[in-house]
């Protein structure tokens, strides 16, 4: 079939909100090939309340984003959730854990679940993440959880994508000062104190505070909500604060800046994918080259990006091809 023809038959699935279409949309977005139906849907975008939940593995985000879901449906939302897992060192592919913890909404028409596969994306997201949020909005959801791998100093790419991040923490736990430390704090919208029945969960809110008072907010300042996510304790306290830091972003105007800023990172993405595909052709043929050194290389492929020529051969360095290797000639 046809690309166009299959573009065309995909957008009438979509528009006539067929899971199955949404589905199919997402998996072209992971394989890199969902820009034609996107440029379909886009206008259609910026409905949706997108809500990012990060936080150390361990820190329950999937029991959490499982209890939030609950908590949407009980007001008649539809949802989206996008479950990013590490991916396999072997296989490459998601390990679906949080598709397991979610399983409770499965068979709920108004419920889709997407696991992606991170592929060692550093944003703690996967590549095609923000194409699959477009997907969920574009489809008519109302509401978008993207829930990261986890969370570090790298991994903080998920502000940039949802209107509302919530930084999950849990009490008892090492890596909680560590997390606070690395520049998470100025990402979080909300922060969730998870297993709030742990005798170290007082101890932890403390932390936060204290070092909540060494930043100047400006604007908006971080709500602080414990949670006990496998029985739903604290919930609807999180709840409004969701709500709380929505009505703030939609009074304040804050909400349009939060949406460039999610345009931005997305065009940052797709340029930078392309480039790096150049970028790894260059280096490959520069590699077939003996007599030059790595300084000298790397200036030549410079050269050929400064001049914008399209030519894989183009402006590299000159040098002797290299021998085949033996055994792989």
């Known amino acids: 079939m046809p690309v166009q023809q299959s573009t065309d038959a995909l957008l009438r699935e979509f528009e006539e909100h067929h899971p199955r279409a949404l589905a199919r949309a997402i998996s072209l977005a992971e394989a890199g090939s969902a820009g034609p139906l996107i440029r379909q849907v886009y206008e259609r975008t910026g409905r949706a309340m997108t ?3 990060t936080g150390p593995p361990g820190v329950g985000k ?17 949802v989206g959730v996008i479950s990013v897992d ?21 068979l709920d028409p108004d419920v889709f679940i997407r696991s992606m596969a991170s592929h060692g994306h550093l944003g703690g997201l996967s590549g095609a993440s923000a194409d699959a949020v477009l997907l969920m909005d574009a489809f008519g959801l109302d509401i978008v959880f993207i829930e990261t791998v986890g969370v570090g100093q790298s991994e903080i790419e998920i502000a940039r994508l949802a209107q509302t991040t919530l930084v999950a923490l849990q009490p008892g736990s090492g890596d909680s000062i560590q997390v606070l430390k690395a520049g998470i704090m100025e990402i979080a919208d909300i922060f969730v104190v998870n297993k709030a029945d742990h005798p170290m969960a007082g101890q932890l809110r403390r ?5 909540m008072e060494m930043l100047d907010f400006s604007g908006w300042v971080p709500e602080l909500v414990a949670t006990q996510a496998l029985d739903g304790t604290g919930i609807n306290e999180l709840w409004g604060a969701i709500e709380a830091h929505v009505a703030y972003l939609n009074e304040s105007g804050e909400i ?11 065009v940052h993405q797709l340029v930078l994918g392309r480039l790096e595909r150049r970028l790894a052709r260059s280096i490959s043929q520069v590699a077939l080259c003996a007599g030059i050194d790595p300084y000298a290389a790397a200036e030549g492929v410079l050269r050929q990006f400064g001049a914008g020529e399209e030519s894989d051969d183009a402006a590299l360095p000159v040098g002797r091809p290299r021998a085949a290797v033996k055994g792989l000639a």
């Open 207 to 211: 932390e936060i505070r204290s070092m």
């Open 51 to 53: 809500i990012g939940l």
């Open 86 to 106: 590490p991916s396999s060192p072997f296989s490459h592919g998601a390990l679906l854990g949080d598709r397991i913890r979610l399983a409770e909404h499965f």
């Open 62 to 78: 999937s029991t959490l984003s499982s209890a939030l879901v609950r908590k949407a449906r009980s007001l008649g939302k539809t």
């Open 256 to 266: 349009e800046e939060r949406r460039r800023e999610a345009f931005v990172q997305q």
